[in-house]
């Protein structure tokens, strides 16, 4: 089959120095470059405060290329016609001077029909100000997008305010919120997992599963971000911004077809769905944790409050976990587990789906807390699938014992010959052919948001300080009681 060929599009990368662009984005374009999914005429500007001339910028992004990208996927000829799609341009984004600049570049493109793609990897507090100074220049036109980060906000009021500010340029249709999960391979492997295989869409209901685990670990401490992540948190950097979508993915009901907004308008109905945690649920179903001093891979580790620059008396959350129910009829009484924290033993992302035990067992009673499968979806470090089933242990002395085992599929080992791309790659891949899909509606922000301000005002009301945790461990132990009085357990071994 001749695959499509990607259209033409002019990116004006705003914050074209920052960590976001030198990490993620140079290679992510250079990737879909050397895969052949650019447009032959597609243009790279790079915008930001710092003064470099095009030459200079595109050192910048070669030295970042050679530092992150592995040597034999770094070939000269994709490199020099990567780097000879960029220019640069140094701009004071809060102020109309110097925009004029963007639209003269636009109008010098080869393809006359390409679309002018702006990308904010700026602060969200900018985001209002740039779309503004984009169209007061006239920069902009009616095929024009903008490509903004999440999380957006730090509340629902301040949410609007973004979103309003953006909305006032660029329509909907035209807007892109990225959350770069939606674009990790293993979980657009839920949407076929899910509806392409009757054995689990049958399945996925109340009847059949038990309880879900929903696991975002990181390693980091805070990396130099205590500006920023003292005034968010766990639960706004982390919990609003990225469990709930992947809670939506797995909870959603069948869209009617792939259409972004069928996709989109299911993801919305769990986030409505989503029972508010207050009054006694929040010291019953919900654990913040600070982390202490404590050891990482051999090596002592500071505490948060003993970060650079930190605050002292802050009682910012590092650590959440959380039981949640959506009140609806597919869901009706499954609690979703939810736990997010820094400098954890490792850095891992995955979903655990239980399924219910067999009403009639009739095997070892010691091993009955075996008996049921469990399906472990892995996001990070490694991306795969495997559904744990029961088969009987192998030797003419076991009898009928049972043993876990799991049918696995390892991404990087069944396709050894492809390159698992990363999420930036697809999502910008999606971006220039104008699909929205993999991208955030406004209303699915606002509804998480409003959930998890009521969250936040409960715990300020009744003034809940977070549970210390010693770095390199699993959290407070009041996350482990919290799963445990309903009588489970956190699943650690894959």
């Given at each position: 089959?001749?695959?499509?060929?990607?259209?033409?599009?002019?990116?004006?990368?705003?914050?074209?120095?920052?960590?976001?662009?030198?990490?993620?984005?140079?290679?992510?374009?250079?990737?879909?470059?050397?895969?052949?999914?650019?447009?032959?005429?597609?243009?790279?500007?790079?915008?930001?405060?710092?003064?470099?001339?095009?030459?200079?910028?595109?050192?910048?992004?070669?030295?970042?290329?050679?530092?992150?990208?592995?040597?034999?996927?770094?070939?000269?000829?994709?490199?020099?016609?990567?780097?000879?799609?960029?220019?640069?341009?140094?701009?004071?984004?809060?102020?109309?001077?110097?925009?004029?600049?963007?639209?003269?570049?636009?109008?010098?493109?080869?393809?006359?029909?390409?679309?002018?793609?702006?990308?904010?990897?700026?602060?969200?507090?900018?985001?209002?100000?740039?779309?503004?100074?984009?169209?007061?220049?006239?920069?902009?036109?009616?095929?024009?997008?903008?490509?903004?980060?999440?999380?957006?906000?730090?509340?629902?009021?301040?949410?609007?305010?973004?979103?309003?500010?953006?909305?006032a340029v660029f329509p909907e249709s035209r807007i892109y919120r990225?959350?770069?999960?939606?674009?990790?391979?293993?979980?657009?492997?839920?949407?076929?997992?899910?509806?392409?295989?009757?054995?689990?869409?049958?399945?996925?209901?109340?009847?059949?599963?038990?309880?879900?685990?929903?696991?975002?670990?990181?390693?980091?401490?805070?990396?130099?971000?205590?500006?920023?992540?003292?005034?968010?948190?766990?639960?706004?950097?982390?919990?609003?911004?990225?469990?709930?979508?992947?809670?939506?993915?797995l909870a959603m009901d069948p869209p009617a077809n792939l259409d972004?907004?069928?996709?989109?308008?299911?993801?919305?109905?769990?986030?409505?769905?989503?029972?508010?945690?207050?009054?006694?649920?929040?010291?019953?179903?919900?654990?913040?944790?600070?982390?202490?001093?404590?050891?990482?891979?051999?090596?002592?580790?500071?505490?948060?409050?003993?970060?650079?620059?930190?605050?002292?008396?802050?009682?910012?959350?590092?650590?959440?976990?959380?039981?949640?129910?959506?009140?609806?009829?597919?869901?009706?009484?499954?609690?979703?587990?939810?736990?997010?924290?820094?400098?954890?033993?490792?850095?891992?992302?995955?979903?655990?789906?239980?399924?219910?035990?067999?009403?009639?067992?009739?095997?070892?009673?010691?091993?009955?807390?075996?008996?049921?499968?469990?399906?472990?979806?892995?996001?990070?470090?490694?991306?795969?699938?495997?559904?744990?089933?029961?088969?009987?242990?192998?030797?003419?002395?076991?009898?009928?014992?049972?043993?876990?085992?799991?049918?696995?599929?390892?991404?990087?080992?069944?396709?050894?010959?492809?390159?698992?791309?990363?999420?930036?790659?697809?999502?910008?891949?999606?971006?220039?052919?104008?699909?929205?899909?993999?991208?955030?509606?406004?209303?699915?922000?606002?509804?998480?948001?409003?959930?998890?301000?009521?969250?936040?005002?409960?715990?300020?009301?009744?003034?809940?300080?977070?549970?210390?945790?010693?770095?390199?461990?699993?959290?407070?132990?009041?996350?482990?009681?919290?799963?445990?009085?309903?009588?489970?357990?956190?699943?650690?071994?894959?």
């Amino acid at each position: 089959m001749t695959r499509e060929a990607t259209p033409n599009v002019d990116l004006a990368l705003f914050g074209a120095l920052g960590d976001l662009a030198l990490r993620k984005l140079y290679p992510a374009l250079y990737h879909l470059d050397r895969d052949g999914l650019l447009g032959t005429d597609t243009r790279i500007l790079g915008l930001a405060r710092r003064e470099h001339d095009a030459d200079s910028f595109r050192s910048a992004v070669l030295a970042t290329l050679k530092k992150r990208i592995k040597g034999k996927e770094l070939e000269q000829a994709c490199l020099d016609r990567f780097l000879a799609r960029l220019d640069y341009t140094q701009l004071d984004f809060d102020t109309v001077d110097g925009y004029e600049k963007i639209r003269d570049w636009h109008g010098q493109s080869p393809d006359s029909q390409c679309p002018l793609t702006i990308y904010l990897a700026v602060p969200a507090s900018i985001y209002g100000a740039i779309c503004a100074n984009l169209e007061r220049s006239g920069s902009l036109d009616s095929e024009s997008r903008v490509v903004v980060e999440k999380p957006i906000g730090y509340d629902l009021e301040s949410s609007h305010e973004i979103n309003d500010a953006i909305g006032a340029v660029f329509p909907e249709s035209r807007i892109y919120r990225m959350d770069h999960y939606l674009g990790k391979e293993t979980v657009q492997n839920l949407i076929a997992l899910r509806f392409a295989n009757p054995m689990f869409g049958n399945q996925w209901n109340q009847s059949q599963i038990s309880h879900v685990e929903i696991t975002v670990a990181e390693q980091v401490g805070i990396e130099g971000r205590w500006g920023y992540f003292d005034k968010a948190g766990q639960l706004r950097d982390m919990v609003q911004n990225h469990l709930l979508q992947l809670l939506t993915m797995l909870a959603m009901d069948p869209p009617a077809n792939l259409d972004a907004d069928a996709i989109r308008d299911e993801k919305v109905k769990v986030l409505k769905a989503l029972k508010p945690l207050e009054g006694e649920d929040l010291n019953r179903h919900v654990v913040r944790g600070q982390y202490v001093a404590g050891t990482m891979e051999g090596e002592s580790v500071p505490g948060y409050l003993d970060e650079e620059d930190a605050n002292t008396s802050s009682t910012t959350e590092t650590f959440v976990a959380m039981r949640l129910e959506v009140a609806n009829w597919r869901w009706a009484g499954v609690p979703f587990y939810l736990r997010t924290g820094k400098r954890m033993p490792e850095k891992l992302s995955q979903i655990v789906i239980h399924f219910r035990q067999q009403p009639h067992y009739i095997f070892d009673p010691d091993q009955r807390n075996l008996a049921a499968n469990k399906l472990v979806i892995r996001l990070q470090p490694e991306e795969g699938i495997a559904l744990q089933v029961l088969t009987k242990d192998g030797g003419l002395d076991k009898g009928m014992r049972l043993r876990p085992g799991p049918l696995h599929l390892d991404f990087n080992h069944a396709f050894p010959k492809e390159r698992i791309p990363d999420a930036y790659e697809r999502l910008l891949l999606e971006v220039m052919k104008g699909q929205q899909y993999l991208f955030v509606r406004r209303d699915e922000v606002e509804y998480a948001w409003k959930w998890v301000d009521q969250l936040i005002a409960g715990w300020e009301k009744r003034d809940i300080p977070p549970r210390r945790y010693p770095a390199g461990s699993w959290g407070p132990v009041a996350s482990i009681a919290m799963i445990t009085q309903d009588g489970r357990s956190w699943y650690e071994d894959y």
